[in-house]
């Protein structure tokens, strides 16, 4: 199942400039979920980071796939209209630059599910190459 980023945004709470996830391109609620971020040179981060040599943050590159894992998480019946907060971040590496033209490809495949607390195993990549790989905890709560 494919969402657009008008679908995105009925289930990801996020808005601009922090919505990060421009489509899923796949996803099973409570499973896995699969998105790209096209990224841009009109962004924001590339006033300041940086100015002569344009990178995507890390951090960024680590919220774009937690909103890409929200999108397994949130798009259960049983957790619709609620928010999903960072619990965690764990083995976290970077292995490569994304610039402005790159397609990021995103990936979050949830691990673990106990109660309001969930696992995701994710990574970015970039024409195929690991740019980023993290396991992710989520806790899901009230608006």
Do not use: W
């Not at 919220?63 to 998480?73: H, V």
């Not at 049983?78 to 970077?94: H, P, S």
Request: aromatic share 8%; net charge positive; glycine share 10%.
């Amino acid at each position: 199942m494919e969402l657009n980023s008008n679908e995105i945004a009925k289930i990801n709470p996020h808005r601009y400039p922090f919505a990060l996830v421009d489509r899923i391109t796949d996803y099973e609620p409570g499973k896995y979920a699969k998105g790209i971020k096209c990224v841009s040179v009109n962004e924001m981060q590339f006033m300041g980071h940086f100015p002569e040599h344009h990178v995507m943050p890390g951090v960024l590159i680590v919220e774009a796939l937690a909103q890409t894992g929200c999108i397994a998480l949130l798009s259960q019946e049983a957790f619709k209209g609620k928010l999903a907060f960072f619990a965690g971040i764990n083995k976290c590496k970077f292995k490569g630059q994304v610039t402005p033209g790159d397609v990021l490809e995103l990936e979050c495949n949830l691990t673990r599910m106990r109660s309001k607390i969930g696992v995701g195993e994710a990574k970015a990549t970039v024409n195929g190459k690991v740019v980023c790989s993290a396991e992710l905890t989520f806790a899901i709560g009230e608006k």
